[in-house]
């Protein structure tokens, strides 16, 4: 294995300038006093590791709905998704998946498909893994609609220690299954609304990777999670 790719991981451009401003500071403080220039050292690095943006294996095969962030699934419930991303009344199930400040924060279209619906939130910033902070947070809501017609919510919402919600995409853009959307700074949390009568794949407390851990099948919807026994 090479090392190189797993120390050297690629860094997103949204985190240049951060990086740029702890290094400066890093060398500010080296003229103050030594010791206080590896603290910023370290901070520069962690920055650099917050930002990576590593190569992910996109599974291709048709109908999988995959997870748009990496972290802690924390939620799985059933209920009706907010009226402005335009998925209808019934009740659905939602999939929260919780990012702490050392995942990758880079976000991933969960499906192949055409963005219908933008709408930013201003909000608080509470602790994202409650559940008000849904309603209550900054959020980010994008719907991508698939060829077939079959319509995904996912929510960008922002935590306690993030404030800004980066959307790279508007109405009308078309996204590839795994393609890049956006980002949130530093800590925070994804709400994934699946299509009415499709059961998730996935568990509360189960690690969840960005355009690689399968949230759901939509070819078979009432597939559900096989654990293994006691």
């Known amino acids: 294995m090479n090392m190189l790719k797993i120390v050297a991981v690629p860094m997103h451009k949204e985190g240049r300038k951060f990086v740029a401003i702890f290094a400066a500071i890093s060398l500010v403080l080296l003229l103050i006093w030594q010791p206080l220039f590896w603290i910023g050292a370290g901070v520069t690095v962690w920055c650099y590791y917050f930002f990576r943006d590593p190569v992910r294996i996109i599974p291709q095969e048709e109908g999988l709905v995959m997870s748009p962030a990496d972290g802690i699934v924390s939620l799985i419930e059933e209920l009706t998704p907010p009226a402005d991303m335009g998925l209808g009344n019934a009740p659905v199930t939602r999939v929260s998946v919780f990012m702490n400040v050392f995942n990758c924060h880079v976000n991933r279209a969960p499906i192949a498909g055409k963005v219908t619906n ?81 059961a998730p794949l996935v568990a509360v407390g189960q690690t969840a990777v960005a355009g690689e851990t399968i949230l759901a099948d939509l070819v078979n919807p009432q597939q559900t999670r096989q654990g293994l026994p006691e």
């Open 118 to 198: 933008v709408v930013y939130h201003h909000g608080k910033f509470l602790n994202a893994s409650l559940d008000k902070a849904s309603m209550h947070n900054e959020r980010n809501s994008v719907t991508i609609e698939a060829s077939d017609g079959v319509r995904i919510g996912v929510v960008q919402i922002a935590g306690l220690v993030a404030r800004r919600i980066v959307c790279f995409v508007s109405e009308g853009d078309a996204l590839g299954v795994g393609a890049r959307f956006g980002l949130i700074r530093f800590g925070s949390r994804l709400d994934i609304y699946l299509p009415e009568g499709v």
